[in-house]
């Protein structure tokens, strides 16, 4: 059964910065790439971040792009997203997922797992 259980979020001021953490289970980790997701209040839920299943490539959507830093560690079957220079309008809830499609190159188009966890919220305020 494929999981993924998310955390790190929490309240932040405008400026400054998280750590998520991702730890997944039930299926080949290290032959998936990562990705990131959010879902911001009354909007859709839009992929930020991926990695390929090597690290050997990232993609950010542009709204992230320079602020945040995707990683993965295969040994602990966990994937990260350092969030830097955060403002309110990173305020959602986080989700992290694997791509079903083995890519060589990090894509903003991944297609996810049907499981999803229950998110880390991540709230921008001053």
């Known amino acids: 059964q494929v999981q993924f259980v998310e955390s790190g979020g929490g309240l932040v001021q405008p400026g400054g910065s998280v750590k998520l953490s991702c730890i997944s289970s039930?299926?080949?980790?290290?032959?998936?790439?990562l990705s990131w997701y959010r879902r911001a209040p009354g909007k859709d839920r839009e992929l930020i971040s991926s990695i390929t299943y090597n690290g050997g490539s990232t993609a950010y959507a542009d709204s992230v792009k320079g602020r945040f830093t995707i990683s993965k560690d295969n040994a602990k079957t966990a994937v990260y997203l350092q969030m830097d220079n955060l403002q309110p309008a990173d305020t959602a809830m986080y989700y992290c997922?694997?791509?079903?499609?083995?890519?060589?190159?990090?894509?903003?188009?991944?297609?996810?797992?049907?499981?999803w966890g229950q998110g880390t919220q991540v709230t921008v305020t001053s």
């Open positions: 039930g299926f080949q980790f290290q032959h998936h790439g």
């Open positions: 997922n694997a791509d079903r499609v083995v890519r060589s190159e990090a894509t903003l188009d991944g297609i996810p797992f049907s499981s």
